[in-house]
């Protein structure tokens, strides 16, 4: 099976850049999309194809794709971003996700 | 818009049986492979399963292979999960979404409660 790793946990100030891995091996040979879930939310799907975001999500959501790791950035980082975020891949007939970092904004 | 609604969750017995349905709108359902994705309490989303575009094609993940089974009735735009042998571990919020490489459409999750 395939395995994708988050760290628990990231802490970012307002208005400072956050950024989120996940990694996994060959990762950058797949297509990796991010999700955010606020609690007690459905996740929404921020970034997909690595770096392509659906109509409606904030430009300062962004995404790369290299190697054995994919990251998930936010630049001026606001307060309402602070939510779970999870990466996923398609892999050989399988879903993947991450087990999640919980973004902090303080 | 695209409206995913689940239903059927509730409280059942280890070694019971649910269906879980999701009524799809605001999209030509048929053209759409479908999944489902569970989130227990505190923890993380786990795929469940996905079914193609006709049925005719099911995909599971292990934790629930052998045990689940994925329909979908394409002229009433439902989805469904029947849930056999549930164990204690199955309880979870279960989210439908559509497609799968990349789910941009979620609906609100039902809960199951595995418990005797």
């Known amino acids: 099976s395939y395995d994708l790793t988050q760290p628990p946990s990231v802490s970012v100030s307002p208005g400072q850049t956050a950024s989120i891995p996940c990694s996994g091996d060959?990762?950058?040979?797949?297509?990796v999309c991010w999700y955010q879930q606020k609690p007690g939310q459905s996740p929404v799907l921020v970034v997909h194809?690595?770096?392509r975001r659906p109509s409606g999500i904030p430009d300062r959501f962004s995404g790369s794709n290299s190697g054995n790791t994919a990251a998930l950035t936010i630049s001026g980082t606001q307060a309402m971003d602070e939510a779970d975020y999870f990466c996923?891949?398609?892999?050989?007939?399988?879903?993947?996700f991450g087990g999640g970092t919980k973004l902090t904004v303080l | 818009e695209v409206h995913l609604l689940e239903s059927g969750g509730g409280l059942v017995q280890p070694g019971g049986s649910l269906r879980l349905s999701c009524a799809a709108s605001?999209?030509?359902?048929?053209?759409?492979?479908m999944t489902w994705v569970r989130q227990a309490p505190g923890k993380g989303l786990e795929w469940v399963s996905t079914?193609?575009?006709?049925?005719?094609?099911?995909y599971y993940g292990d934790s629930v292979k052998g045990r689940f089974t994925i329909s979908r009735d394409n002229s009433k735009n439902v989805l469904y999960l029947h849930m056999s042998s549930p164990r204690a571990d199955d309880t979870a919020v279960y989210y439908c979404?559509?497609?799968?490489?990349?789910?941009?459409?979620w609906g609100q999750g039902t809960l199951v409660t595995v418990s005797s």
């Open positions: 979404a559509k497609e799968w490489q990349e789910m941009a459409s």
């Open positions: 605001g999209f030509t359902f048929s053209s759409y492979t």
């Open positions: 079914i193609n575009r006709s049925g005719t094609r099911t």
């Open positions: 060959r990762l950058g040979d797949k297509y």
């Open positions: 194809q690595n770096s």
């Open positions: 996923q891949v398609w892999d050989n007939s399988i879903v993947v």
